[in-house]
């Protein structure tokens, strides 16, 4: 029915603050609504322009979401096998962005609940040898020393989303990776406003008091 291609390509972004941005707007509102009237009324090649359009960010927060990339694959083809399935009941006000985000979200958290039951399963097994670095360099030299704190860091930063509760992983992802608004956090959480502005800061706080610890404990 879709082609996903996880295609890594970058775009510019359109300039939406000189004096052409509420006409830019405009258009660009207008390319939605005729977009997604086409869509409702079944056009395979406009949802498959939909589709190479917003994959690449939803695999990103599904990826970031699960820590898995086969997951991520996985919750993109259900996102927008369901956006098919549900595209009548989408209102054509709402931003069809954060309406896709919702349904990558929501995919995620009910990936991440089955895990953790499948876990609670599975006894810890036990072992005497010491598991591999991440990374090794055998250069001592500066640019090499940002390359495995880099990765450290990078690590460390996924540990502590795991430590979050789901709603709190996904205000952080969409905020300070998609940059998305806080109203647009909102309408992807299904959350008020205020809700996900909390949502955030609460993720914040303890990414930030986490970090703090873990460097204080590398000095």
Known sequence: MFRFKKN??????????????PRLMEVMEASQA????????GDHAAFQALVERHSLSLFRVAYRMTGSESDAEEIVQETFLRAYQQRK???????????????????SIDLLRKRKRHDA????????????PVLSLASSSP????LVYSAQLSKRVA??????????????????YEELSTEEIAQS??????????AVFRAVQKMRKALEAWTRSRQ
């Open 34 to 41: 005729t977009a997604v009237a086409q869509v409702q009324a």
């Open 143 to 146: 640019a090499a020393d940002r």
């Open 89 to 107: 009941s989408f209102e054509a006000r709402s931003n069809i962005g954060t309406w896709l985000y919702r349904i990558a979200v929501n995919g």
């Open 189 to 198: 959480l299904g959350l008020s406003s205020n809700a996900a502005k909390q």
């Open 159 to 176: 540990g502590i989303l795991e430590q979050l509760s789901s709603v709190e992983r996904a205000a952080f992802i969409l905020r300070h």
């Open 8 to 21: 890594k390509a970058r775009f510019p972004k359109p300039d939406l603050t000189g004096e052409k941005a």
């Open 121 to 132: 399963h599975l006894e810890p097994l036990d072992s005497d040898e010491p598991s591999a």
